[in-house]
Structure formats: C-alpha cells, structure tokens
C-alpha cells in the first residue's frame, strides 16, 4: 500500500487503512521497535528509533491534520514538529473518540473489537450503550474480547502505564482500550507532562506510555475549530509538547497521534430527526451521533425507512443497509457477534450535514459547533509526530 496523501479537499470522501498508514499500525508498530515478539511495524519506525526503549504515546483528542495549519499561528512546537518529524496517517471508522482510543489500543480494525460507535445499541434490548458514559455493564471484557497491545506488551516484558484524566481510570473505556497499563490520573496538562516523564524514565527496561489529552476536542466542540477558547487549547497543548520533547531520555522516543479531526457544522446544515416524522417513522432506535447515524428500525420497515432517509437528505448523506455498510469496508471485517450493535439502516454524512436529535440524545449534543465521525478526509486524516530524545550534552 502506497504512503497516504492526503487530499486537497478537506471534504472528500477517505477509506480508512488497516493495514499501514492508520491509526491501527501505531502500537503494533511501537511494540516492534521495543522488540515485542510477533509485532508488525507497518508504520516503518524502527529505522528511525534504532536504540530507543522507552516511548511515549500521546493522544491528542480532536487534534486532525487539516486543524494543524490552522492551529499553528498559536502552537509553533506542533508546527514544527509537523514539518520536520510529521506524517499524516488515517484513523478508523467511526471517526469518534471511543472507537478510535480502542483501535488505538488494540491494534485491529473497529469490526473485530466491537467498539463501533459513539452510541450503540446493546443487542436484544432497546437499551443505548453511551462508550463514553460506560461503566462496568456490558462487562468490558466481553464487549471488547480484543487483547489490548498494552497487554501484549507487559507480557513480554514491558513496563506499561497508562496517563489520563483521573475520572477515566477504571471506566468501561479504558479497561476496553487500555487494559494491561498501570494507571495513572492526571488532573491537568501540568501533572499530565509530570506523570508521562515519571512513567517514561522509571522502567529499568523495555517502557510503553500511553497518554490522554481532551482539550482541543472539547474547546472544539463547544465553540468550534479556531474560535478564541480552541486557540488557548492548542497554544496550551504547545506548551506540553515543548516540555515532553524537551524532557525525553536519550533512550526514548514521543510519538504523537489523534484519534480524528473535526469540523464546524453550519446551523442551517443540521436536520433534526426529532422534528421530522417521515424520519422517525418506522425507527425503533436512533444511535450513533450527528455525522453517522444507526437506525434500528421496526420489523418489516427498512425499506420504508431507507426510502425516508435517502429522499429527505438527499445529497447531503449516504443511506444503506448494514450490510451495504459493513460491505464497503469501513470498519474492517464485522465480526458476527458485533453486527447488531450496527443500525438495520447507516447514514453517513456528506460534506457540512449533520443529523441531530433534540429530544432523544442529550441538549447540549445538538448545540455543539464542532463535529466529526464520518469519513471525510478532515475527519479521517491524524497526525503521527516522531521525536527521538536527544543524547546527554546536546541541546
């Protein structure tokens, strides 16, 4: 598979990659470097980290490789960065947070660990599973039966830990994502920086870190890619990477990531589901979130329902059967027992179109100003950031 590059357009359509040059290659291809047996490095590191033991990865929620640009006026380290040790790579599909942190940590495509959405059904009920809310029901070893590569790791040998906000530790998430790490809370960007260095320099041997960061996301979300509040984010994020780089050990090695980019969605660009009866009719359940919706529908209704949905949006969405869907390669083979926790029916957006939903999700979902989670290429398209610590005496 030839090197990803990514399109002009920010909007185009972009297929995720499984099998080098995505978001799924960067732990295996980690692990390889620190001589992990049976580790496949597709990413091509190892030239570059010979020596390196100890390696940090960073994940910077909502932090795509179009919002770089954008972000650099405000963030010249991650700039820079880009340019010199930077390359774009593809996240998988959902582009949304949870089932990308899980591809991320296990190393497959989203079809094999079953985490394949922001909001799925639980199948056999009409209960809505929310990844980001979730405790310890489903039992995250059985709705993610993967083994994690933080698993892989510590099995032979590794030290691994496991850097995030103290809320996350033990939730659903990250037991599905990063099960097999030693956790460590971090509160904010300070004890985040402290709490990474920490980890990093304690193994006496072979080291695996693996970081959290939410802010650009959030600040994204809430008031949109470049608005004031997401400027102070990446310039603080800036301020992180400037510190981690600076702090590395000779021996060890940053690899910077996200898990999608974003987009701000016109008001005027969103339909809401909730409002439109010819979109409810015939839904049982609506899940998924704004840019890829699942619609799990009535007995006997699909066909009605696929004829809505595609008359109603029109140009602005993709509408298919699950197993259209599921045959387009998006999520990489589905394994059976995660089929239902697919819609009956998928919408995915195009474009600036998002699908709202005013009375069955939460409010504030509806009023957020940024999005991602479809397959355009400024959803789909993250960064890698390789940096090698510097030797003893060289500044």
């Known amino acids: 598979m030839s090197r990803y590059v990514p399109p002009a357009d920010p909007l185009t359509p972009v297929a995720p990659r499984y099998a080098g040059d995505g978001l799924v290659d960067v732990l295996p291809s980690a692990l390889a470097v620190l001589g992990v047996p049976g580790a496949v490095d597709r990413l091509g590191l190892a030239p570059r980290l010979a020596g390196v033991r100890r390696i940090a ?20 380290t991650l700039a820079g960065l880009a340019a010199t040790a930077g390359r774009p790579i593809v996240t998988g599909f959902p582009s949304t947070t949870p089932t990308s942190l899980v591809t991320l940590g296990t190393g497959v495509a989203p079809g094999e660990h079953g985490v394949l959405g922001f909001r799925v059904r639980v199948p056999g009920s009409d209960r809505v599973l929310s990844h980001i809310e979730w405790g310890d029901d489903p039992d995250p070893a059985r709705w993610q039966p993967v083994p994690t590569q933080l698993q892989r790791a510590r099995a032979a040998g590794v030290t691994t830990t496991v850097v995030s906000r103290p809320e996350h530790g033990g939730s659903g998430l990250t037991l599905a994502a990063n099960r097999g790490g030693d956790f460590r809370g971090a509160a904010d960007l300070d004890a985040l920086a402290v709490e990474l260095l920490t980890a990093l320099a304690a193994g006496t041997g072979p ?3 693996s970081g959290y960061h939410p802010d650009v996301d959030r600040w994204g979300h809430v008031t949109g890619v470049d608005s004031p509040h997401w400027r102070v984010a990446v310039a603080e994020l800036d301020a992180l990477l400037a510190r981690l780089v600076d702090g590395l050990p000779a021996d060890a090695a ?5 898990d999608h980019g974003q987009l701000n969605i016109p008001v005027e660009h969103r339909v809401d589901v909730d409002a439109d009866p010819l979109l409810r009719a015939g839904v049982r359940l609506v899940t998924g979130e704004p840019r890829v919706r699942y619609l799990h529908v009535e007995p006997g209704a699909e066909h009605d329902v696929l004829a809505a949905w595609s008359a109603t949006l029109g140009a602005a969405a993709r509408v298919l059967t699950r197993d259209e869907a599921v045959a387009t390669g998006w999520f990489g083979p589905v394994a059976p027992a995660h089929l239902a926790r697919l819609g009956d029916v998928v919408v995915i957006c195009r474009d600036t179109h998002a699908v709202v939903a005013t009375r069955s999700e939460p409010p504030m979902a509806s009023r957020l100003v940024g999005y991602h989670g479809a397959d355009t290429a400024v959803e789909m398209t993250v960064p890698l950031l390789v940096v090698r610590g510097r030797p003893a005496g060289l500044s």
């Open 57 to 76: 990865v960073l994940l910077v929620d909502g932090l795509g490789w179009y919002q770089i640009p954008v972000a650099a006026p405000h963030a010249p």
């Open 207 to 209: 080291t695996l870190v």
């Open 254 to 258: 940053l690899l910077v990531t996200a």
